[in-house]
C-alpha cells in the first residue's frame, strides 16, 4: 500500500462515521468468517459502535441504514457475533450482556404503513429491537422490528420472531416453552 492510499484510508477513518464503517467494511468483507475477530471488533469501535469489553464479531457485519448507523448500535459485554449478521440501524438496537448470535441474524428496524390499500410499502419508520442478558439467537433467525426479546431466552434457527418473547423462553417455529419451569 503506498503513502497516498493509507492517507486516503487514514482520512476515511477521521471523517465521520459512515465513512468509518465503510472503510471497516472494505478492510474486512474479504476475511474468512473467524479471521480477524478482535481487528473487526475494533474497526467497529473505531466507526463508533459502542461494543463492550470481551465482546466479539467473528465477520464483518453488515451495518444497512441512514445517517449515523453506528450511533444507533449497543453492544454488551461478552457477546458473541458469528458470521453475516445484518443490522438494520434505521432503529437503537441495543443487545444486552452475554448474548450469542449464530450465523446469518437479522436485525430489522424499519417498517411501512400498510393502511393504504393501493400502496401497503407506504410511509417508512423505525422501531427499536431490545435483546435482553443471556440470550441466545440461533442461525438465521430474523428479529422484527419493535421487538423485545427476554433476558435468557433462546431463538431457534430460522424463526422469525414477530412478538416480543418474555424473560426465559425457548422460541421454536410458533412454540413458546418456558426455560424456567426446566430448572
Given at each position: 500500500?503506498?503513502?497516498?492510499?493509507?492517507?486516503?484510508?487514514?482520512?476515511?477513518?477521521?471523517?465521520?462515521?459512515?465513512?468509518?464503517?465503510?472503510?471497516?467494511?472494505?478492510?474486512?468483507?474479504?476475511?474468512?468468517?473467524?479471521?480477524?475477530?478482535?481487528?473487526?471488533?475494533?474497526?467497529?469501535?473505531?466507526?463508533?459502535?459502542?461494543?463492550g469489553r470481551a465482546s466479539v464479531f467473528w465477520g464483518m457485519p453488515t451495518l444497512a441504514?441512514?445517517?449515523?448507523?453506528?450511533?444507533?448500535?449497543?453492544?454488551?459485554?461478552?457477546?458473541?457475533?458469528?458470521?453475516?449478521?445484518?443490522?438494520?440501524?434505521?432503529?437503537?438496537?441495543?443487545?444486552?450482556?452475554?448474548?450469542?448470535?449464530?450465523?446469518?441474524?437479522?436485525?430489522?428496524?424499519?417498517?411501512?404503513?400498510?393502511?393504504?390499500?393501493?400502496?401497503?410499502?407506504?410511509?417508512?419508520?423505525?422501531?427499536?429491537?431490545e435483546i435482553g442478558n443471556g440470550s441466545w439467537l440461533g442461525a438465521r433467525c430474523t428479529i422484527m422490528p419493535g421487538i423485545k426479546v427476554?433476558?435468557?431466552?433462546?431463538?431457534?434457527?430460522?424463526?422469525?420472531?414477530?412478538?416480543?418473547?418474555?424473560?426465559?423462553?425457548?422460541?421454536?417455529?410458533?412454540?413458546?416453552?418456558?426455560?424456567?419451569?426446566?430448572?
Amino acid at each position: 500500500m503506498n503513502v497516498r492510499a493509507e492517507t486516503d484510508l487514514l482520512r476515511d477513518f477521521t471523517q465521520g462515521p459512515a465513512l468509518r464503517i465503510r472503510a471497516a467494511e472494505w478492510l474486512f468483507s474479504r476475511s474468512p468468517a473467524f479471521v480477524a475477530a478482535r481487528a473487526v471488533t475494533a474497526a467497529l469501535r473505531l466507526a463508533g459502535v459502542k461494543i463492550g469489553r470481551a465482546s466479539v464479531f467473528w465477520g464483518m457485519p453488515t451495518l444497512a441504514g441512514i445517517g449515523d448507523v453506528a450511533s444507533r448500535l449497543t453492544v454488551g459485554t461478552y457477546c458473541g457475533f458469528n458470521a453475516r449478521t445484518y443490522f438494520e440501524l434505521d432503529g437503537q438496537i441495543t443487545i444486552g450482556d452475554h448474548v450469542a448470535v449464530g450465523q446469518d441474524v437479522m436485525f430489522l428496524t424499519r417498517t411501512y404503513d400498510t393502511t393504504d390499500p393501493m400502496q401497503r410499502a407506504g410511509k417508512a419508520s423505525s422501531a427499536a429491537i431490545e435483546i435482553g442478558n443471556g440470550s441466545w439467537l440461533g442461525a438465521r433467525c430474523t428479529i422484527m422490528p419493535g421487538i423485545k426479546v427476554g433476558a435468557g431466552s433462546v431463538i431457534g434457527a430460522q424463526v422469525v420472531v414477530d412478538k416480543d418473547v418474555p424473560p426465559n423462553m425457548l422460541l421454536m417455529g410458533k412454540r413458546r416453552i418456558s426455560i424456567a419451569k426446566w430448572r
